[in-house]
């Protein structure tokens, strides 16, 4: 069985593009998280789904920051227009309701020039 | 607020020493207790949780954690490292309630030394 697939696995930008990291969470989950791993802050949760629903965007950092998840397979997290302070790890997560062990993908190396 | 706390930056062990790595936690009601483990450009992989049951908690790689309620401790131990070992660890916490996510601790360094 694949687990959470992530995409891309590195990303390279400059100051103000826009950024879209990807992921499909492990068949049959229908909770998907995504985090964000700095040096400074540790891991981030930035915004959870479940059965597609947004439940708690709470550490979303701004505006420029947004996601979708827009059947049960698949995610997206875009920053637009991303700033050099963006730049980290970004992981994707799922779970199955009731079996409560998250699985991580391998993440999403962002760099923003 | 409900939090995880792990007090150590960094453990340093020789190879076939006892380890642990601490937690703390704290939430409310019953929570859910969870170890991982993160290899260096590698995502999160699941050690170990608590849900209900016996205190002490086996999981993969001979790890197992040890659930003390009274202290709201989950420290997790190892008899006898390896230099494989080495990695960053996390404790997370599930507070009881329904559709929440996992709270994070800000990990551990282990280093295991030949």
């Known amino acids: 069985d694949a687990g959470v697939i992530q995409s891309p696995r590195h990303e390279v930008t400059e100051m103000g593009q826009e950024v879209t990291l990807r992921c499909k969470p492990i068949s049959g989950h229908n909770s998907l998280f995504w985090y964000r791993q700095t040096m400074m802050r540790g891991l981030e949760l930035l915004i959870y789904?479940?059965?597609?629903?947004?439940?708690?965007d709470s550490g979303m950092p701004e505006d420029r920051f947004s996601a979708k998840m827009p059947n049960a397979s698949f995610s997206t997290l875009k920053i637009q227009p991303s700033e050099p302070r963006d730049s980290a790890v970004y992981f994707c997560a799922s779970r199955r309701d009731l079996q409560e062990t998250q699985y991580f993908g391998p993440g999403t190396r962002l760099l923003v020039l | 607020a409900q939090s995880v706390a792990q007090p150590e930056d960094q453990v340093n062990v020789a190879e076939g020493n006892p380890l642990t790595v601490k937690c703390t936690y704290s939430?409310?009601?019953?929570?859910?207790l969870f170890w991982y483990v993160q290899y260096p450009n590698r995502g999160l992989q699941f050690l170990l949780k608590y849900i209900t049951g016996d205190n002490l908690v086996k999981g993969s790689y001979g790890f197992e954690a040890e659930f003390n309620k009274s202290q709201t401790s989950f420290h997790l131990k190892k008899p006898s490292a390896l230099v494989s070992d080495s990695a960053l660890y996390f404790c997370?916490?599930?507070?009881?309630?329904?559709?929440?996510?996992?709270?994070f601790g800000k990990g551990t360094t282990l280093s295991v030394s030949s």
């Open positions: 789904f479940n059965n597609n629903v947004p439940i708690d």
């Open positions: 939430v409310s009601g019953n929570p859910y």
């Open positions: 997370a916490v599930r507070p009881y309630q329904a559709g929440t996510a996992l709270i």
